[in-house]
């Protein structure tokens, strides 16, 4: 006889409170990462019909032609302007749909690999423990947009092996495609994993997963072929971000002075999913449960480990360039999550079956509690400023004397506040430009 399936009300209630009060100070706030409002502002410009998908503009001054990244982020939060118009939520709006859509597949994934989707909180508490998931959710990167089509394509790969069907694979290598096209060849990585799966999954062989993984990279050319022929502004925009991004910035700009910044970073991040999953297993040294294997079914391990050399997989390349961020690796971390969830299951099901049903109703309050003081906090902070609060100020002042699609005059010294540029053009369409004396000028000394 099974065992019942115990409700998981408290635990998508506690998730999603969580969730609202690690992005508290930053989901309703004004002001953003140098790189979102960047984005934004370029979306932005296209909506209206300044700069197209295939040829980005920011600014008069700065990156008029802007092909610095692939365009398909852009061009979707160019759909959002457009539908919604120019308010500053909107990108804020944007990137937390991408990273809601993130979590959708997390628990779509999860459900076809754990065969119970109602469980999907473990996953998406692992992963939304970890700093850089809520950062990113109040950013507007374009790691967020990536991350959607890489875990799609991962996704439409284990259907393919559930059905057994290699007609699935053109769909997915179609999704990488969209990938590279949102953040270039770091979305890449799941091309490799069939063949971390076939060689994980004992009843398959690695040579199947060899063969699945040509297919996608086939599809992928294939499509890209298709895609120069359709629209023959994508080769030479491609051709130029590979020559700048790529071959340029890629393998000689310095953001780090070491190779291992990313590793650092990966552990750092993981400090929380470590210390729930140690709190897991001390439940289950007290529970008395050391008879029950740690995995509960071989499926578990086997999705454990596939996820986990999928997750390295994603972030460890990254070593090869010293331009490493910490939020590179967003895409990969999903797959971290998905691991994390595998590993603690079996004893977070133990320990679920274990509650009363008095404990279970006083964690659904407790749970409702955090969730309304999530809300409460989001909604206090409409009105305020989450990051550069005295610069706005000053700017927005100065922006009420000038017309929109002024270039404006700045000192040398401050032309390189790459934040001014990124604000201005966000905020009223403006350019900056230190070489020349323009009717309206700029300075701004922070106290």
């Given at each position: ?136 959710t ?56 069939p ?27 294939g ?19 590979f ?32 210390a ?5 297993f ?31 997989t ?44 008095v ?48 270039i ?13 540029h ?26």
């Open positions: 006889m099974s065992q019942p399936r115990p409700k998981n009300t408290p635990f998508w209630l506690l998730l999603i409170g969580i969730f609202l009060i690690l992005t508290s100070k930053h989901l309703l706030t004004e002001g953003m990462f140098l790189d979102g409002v960047t984005y934004a502002g370029i979306s932005r410009n296209m909506a209206e019909g300044t700069g197209t998908f295939w040829n980005p503009f920011y600014t008069q001054t700065l990156y008029p032609e802007f092909r610095q990244h692939p365009p398909l982020a852009l061009g979707l939060e160019a759909l959002a302007f457009r539908m919604l118009g120019d308010h500053w939520w909107v990108e804020k709006l944007y990137s937390l749909q991408t990273i809601l859509l993130s979590g959708l597949l997390i628990a779509l994934i999860w459900r076809r690999t754990s065969n119970d989707g109602r469980t999907a909180w473990l996953p998406l508490l692992f992963w939304i423990s970890i700093p850089l998931v809520s950062w990113c109040t950013n507007n990167l374009l790691e967020n947009t990536m991350s959607v089509f890489v875990l799609l394509s991962v996704y439409i790969i284990i259907i393919r092996y559930q059905q057994n069907n290699r007609l699935w694979l053109p769909l997915a290598g179609a999704s990488l495609l969209l990938a590279f096209l949102t953040k270039g060849f770091t979305g890449l990585f799941p091309l490799v994993f063949i971390i799966y076939c060689t994980v999954e004992q009843e398959r062989k690695v040579l199947q997963g060899i063969i699945d993984s040509a297919w996608l990279l086939v599809s992928m050319v499509l890209t072929a298709l895609m120069f022929w359709v629209f023959p502004s994508s080769l030479p925009y491609l051709k130029d971000y020559s700048i991004q790529v071959l340029g910035n890629g393998l000689h700009e310095v953001t780090t002075s070491t190779r291992f910044f990313i590793v650092f970073q990966l552990l750092i991040q993981s400090a929380i999913p470590f729930i999953i140690a709190i897991l001390i439940l289950r040294k007290i529970l008395k449960q050391n008879h029950i294997g740690i995995f509960g079914n071989p499926s578990n391990k086997t999705w454990f480990v596939t996820f986990l050399v999928l997750g390295l994603g972030v460890l390349p990254m070593m090869v360039s010293v331009k490493q961020r910490d939020f590179y690796m967003l895409a990969a971390l999903p797959f971290l999550a998905l691991a994390f969830g595998h590993l603690t299951c079996t004893i977070t099901n133990t320990c679920v079956l274990k509650i009363k049903a404990g279970r109703n006083w964690m659904t309050f407790f749970a409702s509690m955090v969730l309304i003081v999530g809300l409460f906090i989001n909604f206090s902070q409409i009105g305020k400023y989450g990051r550069d609060e005295a610069f706005l100020m000053e700017m927005k002042k100065a922006l009420v004397e000038i017309p929109e699609h002024e404006i005059s700045i000192s040398q010294e401050d032309y390189t506040q790459w934040t001014w990124a604000y201005f053009m966000r905020y009223g369409k403006v350019s900056l430009d230190d070489r020349q004396s323009h009717t309206y000028s700029f300075s701004y000394h922070p106290r």
